[in-house]
Every structure is written in C-alpha cells, then in structure tokens.
C-alpha cells in the first residue's frame, strides 16, 4: 500500500517554465489537497478537490492550476514559475465520509531560478 | 477567518515528558490533528481527536482539549531523542473540508 505518491521529489526550474507536479492515492480517498510549506509560514493551502469532479481555490491559489484527472490523481501546474514559488509542495488525501484521517506524500522540493 | 496557534520552541531532555501546546479560532472545529515532521520528510498524522472528546491516549501521546477554551495539547511520556521533530497541530471542520494549519512547534530533545 503506496498510499500518497509525488512526482517528482525534487525540480529546478528556470524563471518562466512550466510543469506539473504530479500526486496520486491509492486509497480509494474522495478528497485530495495542495499544500506549499515556506519557513516560518508552516502549511499553506492552495488547491483542493472535496470530491472526484470539484476542485476549488485555498488560500494562495495564485500561479497555480489544478485538475482532478480521477479519484486517484491531482496535479498541481505552475505555467510560469516564479521565484516566489520555491517552495515544498505537499499533496494530501481524506477519505472523508467514514474516515477523517489526513495523509500526506513525501513532498516536492521545487527550487525557481 | 480561521486560526492555529502554537508555540514555535520546545526544549526537554530525554526521559522528561513533552508538552506541546495549540489553540484555535473556530469554534465549530470538529477534528482536530496532531501531526509529526522529521527533516526532509513528510508530515506523519500521529493522531486526531473529536471535538466532543476530551482526552484520547495511545501509547506515549495523550491529546487533550478544552472545547471551551479553544486549546489542544499534545503530552508525550518519556520523550526519546528520536522525537525530535516538528510538530503541526491542525483543525478541520468535516471529513470533507480543508484542514488548516499552525505554523509547527520544533521539538528539541536532548540526552
């Protein structure tokens, strides 16, 4: 049991590139998150999908896309990094109706030059 | 809007007992997460409490809260070294909702 996979686990960008960050459950969870965590700021939300078919915007959304490709997988994409956007990338997922455990992947170290 | 609160320091020795501390906003919280970081990892859930409990134990950590003061804490029995680590609490309102974050406390043990 895999649980919270990320791909990749560490990127360096140029400023202006774009990627895809990748994250998959293997749990049959119905909701997944987006998540930067910057020092001294602790976790932030950026993305979140509730449910298969919904996602919606956290607290810095902004320079960030998502697409919940399935149950099982949620992209973060970034189509013009910028340095502000250096940062850990976590993604999380909850079964949520029977279930209110939280679990999380191993992260993305995302560096923009 | 909603908010978590801790403390950003904790030192103790090994063998003493840890207490970390959090407090929130929301009174309408009903999980309420304890969460452990170690360096260069990922956040492992610990443990999470119902807002109509008042205590829940397993093993070394004890969580309690106080619904009416807003205030969580984690108390771990016989701290090792190795539970040196951040330490996120965390608040969401349903199964179904964000969870919201304090900023972590870094825990410190020493030999």
């Known amino acids: 049991n895999a649980g919270v996979t990320q791909t990749p686990k560490f990127q360096v960008l140029k400023t202006g590139q774009s990627m895809t960050l990748q994250c998959a459950q293997d749990?049959?969870?119905?909701?997944m998150y987006w998540y930067r965590q910057d020092p001294g700021m602790g976790l932030r939300l950026i993305y979140y999908?509730?449910?298969?078919?919904?996602?919606d915007k956290g607290e810095v959304p902004n320079g960030y896309n998502v697409s919940r490709l399935n149950k099982r997988e949620f992209s973060l994409r970034l189509e013009s990094a910028a340095p502000s956007q250096t940062s850990v990338y976590f993604c999380a997922s909850r079964e949520g109706l029977r279930n209110a455990e939280a679990f999380f992947g191993q992260g993305t170290r995302l560096t923009v030059v | 809007g909603e908010d978590v609160e801790q403390s950003l320091f904790l030192s103790v020795r090994e063998g003493d007992s840890s207490v970390i501390n959090c407090t929130y906003t929301d009174s309408s919280s009903t999980y309420l997460y304890w969460y452990k970081q170690e360096p260069g990892a990922g956040l492992q859930l610990l443990t999470y409490i119902f807002s109509n409990m008042d205590m829940k134990q397993d093993q070394r950590l004890t969580v309690l809260l106080n619904k009416k003061d807003k205030h969580l804490s984690l108390r771990i029995a016989d701290t090792q070294t190795g539970d040196s680590a951040i330490y996120f609490c965390a608040e969401s309102y349903s199964g179904y909702s964000t969870l919201t974050f304090g900023k972590g406390t870094m825990l410190l043990v020493s030999p």
């Open positions: 999908s509730a449910s298969e078919g919904t996602t």
């Open positions: 749990m049959n969870h119905n909701s």
